[in-house]
């Protein structure tokens, strides 16, 4: 069975590790420094308004974490959720988790207009898992302007 619970100060290391493996894997197409894990770590301590990350467990333990930003669309007519990253052990994936874990966002906001999120055209196998779970291609072109 698995369990989902909001992230935890004694979860950093754990979490840490799993975001490296995250960001070295199909999920992403570059590496994010360690430095921004500690920022999302202490904002989602300090406040849910905005972020959340979500530790994934079952019987054995944690076997991944969900990490999503909640804003306003006026697109969307209402609340948008961006599911950010979506993580499991390789030892835990292709037990029906990632099902789970959409089915417990949807519950967990009803409110919300919009649920949405990216995946690298690599990563054949989440694309699959978000096709069938209805989500569809967004057929905008994408930019970014990071700043230091």
Same mark, same amino acid.
């Given at each position: 069975?698995?369990?989902?619970?909001?992230?935890?100060?004694?979860?950093? +290391?754990?979490?840490?590790?799993?975001?490296?493996?995250? *960001?070295?894997?199909?999920?992403?197409?570059?590496?994010?420094?360690?430095?921004?894990?500690?920022?999302? &770590? +202490?904002?989602? %301590?300090?406040?849910?308004?905005?972020?959340?990350? #979500?530790? #994934?467990?079952?019987?054995?333990?944690?076997?991944? =974490?969900?990490?999503?930003?909640?804003?306003?669309?006026? $697109?969307?007519?209402? %609340?948008?959720?961006?599911?950010?990253?979506?993580?499991? !052990?390789?030892?835990?994936?292709? !037990?029906?988790?990632?099902?789970?874990?959409?089915?417990?966002? $949807?519950?967990?906001?009803?409110?919300?207009?919009?649920?949405? #999120? $990216?995946?690298? *055209?690599?990563?054949?196998?989440?694309?699959? &898992? =978000? $096709?069938?779970?209805? *989500?569809?291609? #967004?057929? =905008? =072109?994408? %930019?970014?302007?990071?700043?230091?």
């Amino acid at each position: 069975m698995l369990h989902i619970r909001d992230i935890r100060k004694e979860d950093r +290391q754990e979490f840490f590790a799993m975001a490296k493996e995250f *960001y070295g894997g199909p999920a992403c197409d570059h590496d994010v420094p360690e430095e921004h894990f500690e920022r999302t &770590l +202490q904002e989602c %301590m300090r406040s849910r308004e905005y972020s959340r990350v #979500l530790m #994934l467990e079952d019987e054995t333990g944690v076997v991944g =974490y969900f990490l999503i930003a909640i804003t306003w669309s006026n $697109e969307a007519g209402g %609340m948008a959720i961006w599911l950010e990253e979506l993580f499991f !052990k390789s030892s835990c994936r292709g !037990k029906g988790y990632g099902t789970k874990v959409f089915a417990w966002v $949807e519950k967990e906001y009803p409110q919300a207009k919009r649920f949405r #999120l $990216e995946a690298t *055209y690599t990563n054949k196998r989440a694309i699959a &898992l =978000y $096709e069938r779970l209805g *989500y569809e291609e #967004l057929h =905008y =072109y994408q %930019m970014i302007k990071d700043r230091p």
